[in-house]
């Protein structure tokens, strides 16, 4: 277990709670910064989460005593001054997570441009002595953001020349600071794993095109839909590999000429194989080889003259911008923002522009103008027709999507006498069920049928195993399952011992099982563990075994994510927006939530900074009698003297033996009597989720791609002379998971030194150093972190993979 200790009112920089990089020794105290004024604005288009990283500027800067200024309306407000620049207080931040656009709004602005316009705002953010600065935007804001920073000498001394400010106005303002936070649904800037918003719109297109699907279905349509993007094709690739696409066009990537009778051929052959729907996304702004644009409706026009299917065409437009934000939005969001204050508080008269980007699970400042270059030299690289060097400069995340898109894409279901492998892989799920399953068996069914394997598909766990339900899958067995919840191969909550070793020994034999991936939680990684363990006992284990972690509960050793986290936590966020409405409109009610994980505490503790909630506790963060008093009087003085009616706390279902969450609720209801009421909610199962998250669906589909390729490496190197594969290498039972920006093979055997078998507990847990963020966010004085000194350095540019 990673330790923990508390502190009164500060917070070690160099410890990295939240992806810190800051001086050595120095810390984050409670008011360090008293008397910096801080404005924050949103400029060019809205996106889901700009709210909660504006939130996060507030609540940080609150933290660090500084004065935080709203500029509304973007640049406008800015050289509009008056009213458009207002003092931000806590309060005035408080329900705004759960908001689509951005509630400070948004503008356009001509006067910015010119040299006078510049001049008013410079004189409207001296009048408050406003010299540090959050801007959230696109490439275009923040460079004009920059131009302004680099123009701020001049500009000051024109105003005092002119009489417009004084000089005492002049020497507290001599230098202007500027951070920056990409908001944008395209997803087109170079320099971080993930914009602000392009999740969220990922989940408009994918709820879009599920919905579109059941009538598609019902009637033998094809359907063409046009996604947002500009020039970046982000949205249209990651939504056609999570939705199960026919057909993608990108402007990064445009298809080979000839490509109207290529697309024909393949929608013809699927409808052969008895597909019943057709779905193509468009890029907005598609192009061929040539530079002509390709068209939703043009599209529409070759499918049915060509084939004579019905065609509809349907362009989603600002629908995708809309809605409010997934969590993952509302997370990234808050981490930036809480970075961009500290990156500010750091800043110094010398400090170059940075921006504020994402980097695997850590927020990190990287060059401001090094990425605004990088982002405008892929336009540059697809006006030049260089289409392999665009997709090299969106970076590693959209070269892995369209590598195994176009992996996927070109797949054909086997041709009946085609040559097939004499080795079977084998399938099964082994836990309890959770978004992602489904889009994994999927996946490696097609491609490992693809590459002449029989698939073994075991229902029921080991149950199925030992019983007989094992069947070939055949490639339109697994249709569709990408976008299913639940596992429908079924799954059982066992470990192998309980079944006997050499009983599953024998089966396997019996199956020549030359392959074997296990999808699933805490249960399928130890399984694997004790079935490699045996391998000198019993011959059938020693194949090559890959396990892949699927639980929403986030606990498998070797990977910073498991599949069906992302989909959970975008259930408990939608309820927990919900209870927030009900105990508005019921007026002073706190909510207690207990959430599911075993005695993980990641759900609570995402979900926590998800959903703006007061407290989370956890087992890993053990609570004590002192932090349930703190939180009462918390929630007083906010309720009473906040002016907010509503309090939200989290608690992880083993979070303490002794504090439940009915003595925790009872204790609220005791000590808030007269100030608020108390309810509390058990979300059980629901949390499961209904669909498949786009994260879960496309994770799942890329580990699949991944463990297939290493499956069929592995087997034919370990295969004899006399065809039987045979291994007792540690490297061939391994765990398949996401290791900060990659994902990796780690031998089972190397991550059980690392694992709390007794609470099914990696020991080491990344999303611990974000727990001083969510008490910080919500305004507590005192904040609890993890210690773990981490190397000063600086950030260079670098390709990033999400």
Same mark, same amino acid.
């Given at each position: 277990?990673?330790s923990?200790s ?5 917070i070690?920089r160099k ?8 001086k ?11 008397g910096?004024?801080i404005?924050v604005f949103?400029?060019?288009g *809205?996106s ?5 990283? #504006?939130?996060a ?35 005035? $931040?408080?329900g ?6 951005t ?22 953010l001296?009048?408050?002595?406003i010299?540090? &600065? ?5 490439d275009?804001?923040l460079?004009?953001a920059?131009?302004f920073r680099?123009?701020?000498?001049s500009?000051?001394q ?13 020497? *507290?303002c001599e230098?202007l ?38 009538t ?5 349509r094809?359907?063409?839909l ?6 970046c ?16 066009f990108i ?7 000839g490509?109207?009778d290529?697309?024909c051929? %393949?929608l ?5 194989t ?5 779905v ?7 192009i061929?080889?040539?530079g002509?644009?390709i068209?939703?409706s ?7 003259s060509?084939?004579k299917?019905d ?6 437009g600002?629908?995708?911008r809309?809605? $409010?934000?997934s969590a993952?939005d ?5 981490r930036?923002?809480?970075?961009a204050?500290?990156?500010l ?7 170059p522009?940075c921006?504020? $980007?994402? *980097?695997?699970?850590?927020?990190v ?6 990425c605004v270059?990088r ?6 690289a697809?006006d ?6 665009a ?16 992996l996927?894409s070109?797949l ?6 085609? #040559?097939?492998?004499?080795?079977k892989?084998a399938?099964?799920?082994?836990g309890?069920p ?12 097609r491609?490992?049928?693809?590459q002449?394997y ?5 229902h ?10 094992v069947k070939?899958?055949s490639?339109?067995?697994v ?8 596992s429908?191969?079924?799954t059982?909550?066992? &470990?192998?011992k309980?079944?006997?070793l ?10 020549e099982?030359?392959g ?12 694997? &563990?004790q079935?490699a ?6 011959e ?6 890959i ?12 990977s ?16 927990c ?9 019921? %007026?002073?009610?706190?909510?207690v939530v207990?959430?599911?994980? +075993? ?7 995402? $979900? +926590?900074?998800a959903?703006?909630a007061?407290a ?14 703190d *939180? ?15 309090? &939200?706390?989290?608690r ?27 309810r509390?909610?058990?979300l059980?199962?629901m ?12 994770? +799942? ?6 463990a297939?390729? %290493? ?12 065809g ?15 290791? %900060? ?5 780690t031998p ?11 609470h ?5 847990q ?16 005192e ?5 773990e000194?981490?190397?000063e ?5 670098e390709?990033?993979d999400?």
């Amino acid at each position: 277990m990673a330790s923990t200790s508390s502190f009164a009112g500060g917070i070690s920089r160099k410890d990295s709670m939240f992806g810190v990089l800051g001086k050595e020794g120095q810390e984050i105290q409670a008011g360090l910064y008293a008397g910096r004024c801080i404005g924050v604005f949103t400029s060019g288009g *809205d996106s889901q989460g700009m709210n909660s990283a #504006v939130r996060a500027v507030v609540r940080m800067g609150s933290y660090l005593g500084c004065k935080t200024y709203y500029i509304r309306e973007g640049y406008q407000g800015m050289v509009d001054g008056g009213d458009h620049i207002v003092e931000a207080t806590w309060a005035s $931040s408080s329900g705004i997570m759960q908001l689509g656009g951005t509630v400070i709004g948004s503008a356009r602005c001509k006067e910015f441009r010119t040299l006078e316009g510049r001049l008013q705002a410079a004189e409207n953010l001296i009048h408050r002595r406003i010299t540090n &600065l959050v801007v959230i935007g696109g490439d275009g804001s923040l460079t004009g953001a920059n131009i302004f920073r680099q123009e701020w000498a001049s500009l000051i001394q024109q105003l005092l020349d002119q009489g417009r400010i004084s000089k005492e106005e002049f020497k *507290d303002c001599e230098y202007l600071n500027i951070v920056g936070m990409v908001g944008s649904i395209d997803n087109d800037f170079c320099g971080t794993d993930m914009t602000i918003g392009t999740d969220t719109a990922l989940h408009r297109i994918m709820e879009s095109v599920d919905t579109i699907s059941t009538t598609a279905s019902s009637h033998q349509r094809a359907f063409v839909l046009e996604v947002m993007g500009r020039h970046c094709g982000y949205l249209a690739l990651v939504g056609a590999l999570a939705t199960e696409a026919d057909w993608v066009f990108i402007p990064e990537w445009p298809p080979e000429d000839g490509w109207e009778d290529t697309l024909c051929k %393949k929608l013809q052959a699927e409808r052969e194989t008895g597909q019943r729907l057709n779905v193509i996304l468009v890029a907005e702004g598609s192009i061929d080889r040539h530079g002509q644009p390709i068209t939703a409706s043009q599209v529409q026009n070759l499918i049915t003259s060509r084939l004579k299917y019905d065609t509809r065409v349907t362009v989603l437009g600002h629908v995708q911008r809309g809605g $409010s934000p997934s969590a993952f939005d509302r997370i990234l969001g808050a981490r930036m923002g809480a970075e961009a204050v500290l990156a500010l508080m750091d800043a110094t008269p010398d400090t170059p522009a940075c921006v504020i $980007s994402l *980097d695997g699970n850590q927020a990190v400042r990287v060059p401001l103008m090094e990425c605004v270059e990088r982002t405008q030299q892929v336009q540059k690289a697809m006006d030049q027709k260089n289409f392999e060097e665009a997709v090299r400069l969106r970076g590693k995340s959209f070269m892995n999507n369209l590598q195994t898109y176009r992996l996927l894409s070109k797949l054909e279901p086997p041709k009946h006498g085609s #040559v097939q492998h004499t080795k079977k892989f084998a399938i099964m799920n082994i836990g309890a069920p959770a978004c992602g399953m489904n889009a994994v068996v999927r996946s490696f069914v097609r491609l490992s049928l693809a590459q002449g394997y029989t698939v073994l598909g075991i229902h029921d766990s080991f149950d199925g195993l030992l019983y007989g339900r094992v069947k070939p899958m055949s490639w339109t067995e697994v249709q569709g399952w990408s976008g299913r919840g639940g596992s429908l191969l079924g799954t059982r909550k066992v &470990l192998a011992k309980q079944y006997g070793l050499k009983n599953i020994a024998e089966k396997m034999k019996e199956y020549e099982i030359s392959g074997l991936a296990i999808v699933g939680g805490f249960e399928a990684y130890h399984s694997a &563990l004790q079935l490699a363990e045996a391998r000198e006992e019993f011959e059938a284990f020693c194949i090559p075994i890959i396990v892949i972690p699927c639980t929403i509960s986030n606990n498998v050793p070797g990977s910073d994510f498991s599949l069906g986290a992302d989909t959970a936590l975008n259930e408990i966020t939608d309820i927990c927006d919900r209870i927030k409405q009900s105990a508005t409109g019921t %007026k002073r009610r706190v909510f207690v939530v207990e959430t599911m994980g +075993g005695y993980c505490g990641y759900l609570a503790t995402m $979900s +926590g900074l998800a959903g703006g909630a007061d407290a989370a506790y956890i087992y890993e963060d053990k609570v004590s009698i002192t932090d349930l008093r703190d *939180d009462v009087f918390h929630l007083k003085n906010k309720i009473l003297n906040a002016g907010v009616q509503r309090g &939200l706390v989290l608690r992880n279902e083993y979070a303490s033996h002794n504090y439940t969450t009915d003595f925790i609720e009872q204790l609220f209801c005791e000590e808030g009597k007269g100030v608020f009421t108390c309810r509390k909610n058990v979300l059980g199962h629901m949390q499961q989720g209904g669909v498949p998250s786009v994260f879960d669906r496309n994770y +799942g589909t890329k580990l699949a791609a991944k463990a297939v390729a %290493k499956l069929a490496h592995q087997v034919e190197e370990c295969t004899g002379s006399d065809g039987k594969v045979y291994t007792k290498d540690p490297g061939t039972a391994t765990l398949l998971g996401m290791r %900060k920006r990659t994902m990796e093979f780690t031998p089972l055997e190397n991550l059980s030194v690392d694992t709390d078998f007794e609470h099914r507990l990696p020991k080491d847990q990344w999303w611990l150093k974000l727990r001083p963020l969510l008490r910080i966010l919500a305004k507590h004085t005192e904040a609890k972190y993890i210690t773990e000194s981490i190397p000063e350095s600086v950030i260079e540019l670098e390709e990033l993979d999400y």
